[in-house]
Every structure is written in structure tokens, then in C-alpha cells.
């Protein structure tokens, strides 16, 4: 996926986030493919259209997910979210981090509760707080 244009990639994850979407099934076979690494590296893309179209697949991916240590513990999502909270202008890809955080915080345990504090996550919260985001 990294080879294609970006115009390709991001269509590439517009299709993965709607497979995603339609049933465990199809969550199984995508994890099963491995394209999740893909999904994961696509969030640091250089290009803006690309990164959010990873961002849905994401909290797609974890809001279908039961089981999601699995994503954290492979590709560093957490902080690789708190970047779109500290730096990201685009304010739907700061609403699509927060989603996936809440997946985690939801889905992960008192690990990822701690790991989200202990990573900074409160003060960018606390940032786009008073930031009017």
C-alpha cells in the first residue's frame, strides 16, 4: 500500500474502513491479512488526506474490536493518537483520535488508563480544552 499514490492509499483505507465496518467476520479476515501494519503506518503518511482516511479505519478497527491490546501493543497507537491531539489543525482528525482513545480507554483495561496518563494524554485533553477544540 505504501508504494501507490496517495490518491490510491487513501482509497485503499476508504475501502478497509468500510469492510471494517460490516462484520466481525470481516474484522477477522482483515487482521488475518496483516494489512492492519499498513492501517498503522498509513497514520504517519505524508499526506493529510491519507492520515485521516487511516485515522477512520482505526476507530473503526477498535470500535469493532473486542479485543484491542492486541493493535496497542503492535503499533504504539497511543502515541501515535496523542500526536493528532498535540499537533493536528484538522479538528474531524482531533474528533477521530478522541474516538479511538475512547475505544482504548474503554476496551483496554487499567493498563491503557495508565499508559494515557502517564504518556501526556490528560494535558492534551486539557489543551484542546482550552484551546476551543
Do not use: C
Not at 503518511?45 to 473503526?60: C, Y
Amino acid at each position: 500500500m505504501a508504494n501507490g499514490t496517495a490518491e490510491a492509499r487513501q482509497k485503499i483505507l476508504f475501502i478497509l474502513t468500510n469492510i471494517l465496518s460490516n462484520s466481525e467476520q470481516d474484522v477477522v479476515a482483515v487482521k488475518k491479512s496483516g494489512i492492519t501494519s499498513n492501517i498503522a503506518l498509513a497514520l504517519n503518511d505524508q499526506s493529510a488526506a491519507v492520515r485521516k482516511e487511516a485515522l477512520w479505519a482505526i476507530s473503526t478497527l477498535l470500535n469493532a474490536e473486542s479485543d484491542i491490546n492486541w493493535l496497542i501493543d503492535h503499533y504504539e497507537l497511543e502515541s501515535t493518537l496523542l500526536e493528532f491531539l498535540d499537533k493536528d489543525t484538522d479538528s474531524q482528525n482531533v474528533i477521530l483520535a478522541l474516538h479511538s482513545f475512547k475505544y482504548i480507554l474503554e476496551k483496554g483495561g487499567s493498563r491503557t488508563k495508565i499508559n494515557f496518563e502517564r504518556m501526556g494524554g490528560l494535558d492534551a485533553l486539557e489543551n484542546l480544552q482550552m484551546n476551543g477544540i
